[in-house]
């Protein structure tokens, strides 16, 4: 194993990171640093989260800074303001002893009048969201000529969130002489495309297997009944006493309505999701960075670029409808060496979701059996014991209260006293696990009662309930004319927003997509402006059509009679749609064949000529073989 020196990192850079307590570089440090530290390399990393990228990426960008030249020499994307500010720390932290290095974290939710100021004083290294830059390209305040070294942290993150108009304007503003590195945890099309058209001659260094998960990771699944998920999810947090991990959940309300619901029943949770305000976010995201909770429910969106060491567990509530983002939420454990779970909380629709995360992963998921109630109870009590092994005791303060102590505990012998002070802690868990009755796993060919149907569709969300759905309280729902066969994913329903909605940051909602055509949530005070926006922006050749959703959006043609998915889609290409049942000559709400047989019945009592009723009904002999005997 190499070491830094070995690498060529400085003097200076080498003191301030061994005070950190660098030791040895971890495998991605030493591919990476060695490369970016010459000129003309671009890199193209495929590696996890918590595999020291930024250590990979940083130290050689510092080293390459001229200090003399207060002008941007180096700029670091990312894709979300927490992860910004944790480079930008990073990099202050590394370079302790470069004396007026000036590094700059330019990101959303923050004034960017105190941006302006910073950035006219002068800076070395920009570390910045894509949405902001652009804002400060655009103010003609932020000057990207003398930048020689640019790098994408967790691109593929960025491009699932929209930010690709975004990334291409601010790349073409870089001189093409740059060096350009790329990190991603997966190699997506979108990736190698971008790759491809702004890298020249790339060397691809992958850490690990491509698309691959964490080494260090266990990735374990529970196959439950959907009704039961919650109690599964208390069974499972209460077995891992000393638990601090991240609980995913699919949608912002079943966040809170999840958080709400630990906090009610005791446990230290809090939820993070798009309708808190940043500060809101940055308080919970405080407190759970200082471990004063052990629980944070949180949606992909919100949790992306979250950067937080020594989680044990990630719990998926709800598997993802992107199988890829999987790979991003299990690799927010594991990370630096440690070892680390990644649960997944699935019934038994969600199993072929399941197989093709493990394609994706390249690794299988141990199928476990929930814990028992006593198998809890046992966990719960070796806490409480090592709990009270590790009290420090502080003699001189507690010596004058031990008298008063000892006469009040006298009466007891030493086995009761220990039953006591342990009961007095383990009483919950014994209470609740007592009489609680055991979770049944479903087999196979367990179809599950109705009720457990009703919820696994409530949970999942067929198309009909896709349709049906209304609105969260301040978001306005609209229907857009692409759907799946279109080629068409949530990713590109955010950049054909971002895209066409420049002026102003759209906050946007749930995203629902269907077969043919799809619905989406943004906040009702920008809905006219979205519809205004979007209506007639052409998609691979297609015109785009949005309107506010109603009970029958996308399911009448233009002339407002129903149709089908198919002639929905015709008219949607311009072809002449099919013509309704009452343009087919249908005046009854029953169907032709019906009629038919209405029709056919009443000639033939009309003619009243029994030997000939078969020439009507050819094929119902036997019914009507009956009927003429009678």
């Known amino acids: 194993m190499k070491t830094f020196e070995e690498l060529g990192v400085s003097s200076e850079i080498r003191k301030a990171i061994e005070e950190m307590g660098y030791e040895n570089p971890m495998p991605v440090q ?3 640093i060695p490369y970016l530290l010459g000129e003309g390399n671009d890199v193209v990393a495929l590696a996890q989260t918590g595999t020291g990228k930024t250590a990979a990426f940083g130290l050689p960008l510092l080293q390459k800074i001229d200090v003399n030249k207060r002008v941007p020499q180096a700029l670091i994307l990312c894709p979300t303001r927490e992860l910004c500010l944790q480079i930008a720390g990073d990099l202050n932290d590394y370079s302790k002893y470069i004396d007026d290095l000036k590094i700059l974290p330019v ?6 009048e105190s941006q302006i100021r910073s950035m006219k004083a002068g800076v070395h290294i920009i570390v910045a969201t894509p949405g902001r830059l652009i804002d400060l390209i655009e103010r003609k305040v932020a000057h990207l000529e003398t930048v020689n070294n640019v790098v994408m942290d967790e691109a593929d993150e960025m491009l699932n969130m929209g930010f690709t108009d975004s990334i291409n304007s601010i790349l073409e503003k870089v001189p093409e002489n740059r060096n350009t590195l790329m990190f991603s945890a997966t190699m997506s099309p979108e990736i190698s495309r971008i790759a491809k058209t702004y890298l020249h001659n790339a060397k691809e260094i992958t850490i690990g297997t491509k698309n691959e998960g964490s080494k260090n990771v266990t990735h374990t699944a529970y196959t439950i009944h959907a009704r039961d998920k919650y109690a599964a999810l208390k069974r499972i947090v209460d077995f891992y006493p000393q638990i601090y991990g991240i609980i995913f959940c699919r949608t912002r309300k079943e966040t809170q309505e999840i958080a709400d619901k630990l906090i009610q029943d005791g446990y230290s949770a809090d939820s993070l999701h798009g309708e808190l305000s940043q500060a809101q976010r940055d308080l919970v995201m405080q407190k759970f960075r200082q471990h004063h909770l052990q629980l944070l429910v949180a949606t992909d969106v919100a949790a992306r670029g979250l950067d937080v060491n020594d989680l044990t567990h990630v719990i998926n509530y709800g598997l993802p409808d992107d199988t890829e983002s999987y790979t991003h939420r299990s690799g927010r454990t594991g990370r630096a060496g440690k070892t680390g779970i990644s649960i997944a909380i699935i019934n038994l629709r969600e199993k072929g979701k399941l197989r093709e995360i493990e394609k994706i992963i390249n690794k299988r998921f141990n199928i476990g059996q929930l814990p028992s109630g006593k198998d809890i109870c046992q966990q719960q009590l070796i806490k409480v014991i090592d709990d009270i092994e590790k009290v420090k005791v502080d003699e001189d303060e507690i010596a004058s209260f031990l008298p008063g102590i000892y006469r009040k505990f006298e009466w007891l012998s030493k086995e009761d006293l220990i039953k006591r002070v342990v009961s007095s802690e383990f009483n919950r868990f014994l209470d609740y696990y007592k009489n609680a009755p055991e979770i049944e796993a479903p087999n196979s060919s367990d179809r599950g009662d109705r009720g457990d149907r ?3 569709r ?3 969300g067929t198309d ?6 209304k609105a969260e309280n301040g978001y306005t729902r609209l229907f857009l004319n692409l759907g799946k066969m279109d080629g068409f994913y949530a990713n590109q329903i955010i950049e054909l927003i971002n895209r066409n909605m420049k002026k102003q940051r759209t906050n946007i909602g749930r995203i629902d997509l269907m077969k043919n055509f799809s619905f989406f949530e943004v906040d009702e005070k920008q809905a006219n402006s979205v519809v205004e926006s979007l209506n007639g922006v052409n998609f691979n050749g297609r015109k785009v059509i949005v309107e506010v959703a109603g009970e029958n959006t996308g399911k009448s043609d233009r002339s407002g009679h129903k149709r089908s998915d198919s002639s ?3 008219d949607d290409r311009g072809r002449k749609p099919r013509p309704s049942r009452e343009d087919r000559g249908y005046t009854s709400s029953r169907g032709p064949k019906k009629q038919r047989q209405e029709k056919e019945s009443t000639e033939f009592k009309e003619s009243n000529k029994k030997d000939d009723w078969q020439q009507f009904f050819p094929n119902n002999d036997e019914g009507f073989a ?5």
């Not at 009956?626 to 009678?630: C, D, G, L, M, V």
């Open 30 to 32: 030493e591919e990476v």
């Open 107 to 112: 990101y959303g939710g923050s004034s960017i």
């Open 458 to 460: 409530k949970d999942r």
């Open 626 to 630: 009956r009927r003429k005997k009678k």
């Open 464 to 469: 009909r309930d896709k349709s049906a759905r």
């Open 568 to 570: 929905r889609r015709d």
């Open 454 to 456: 009703d919820f696994a």
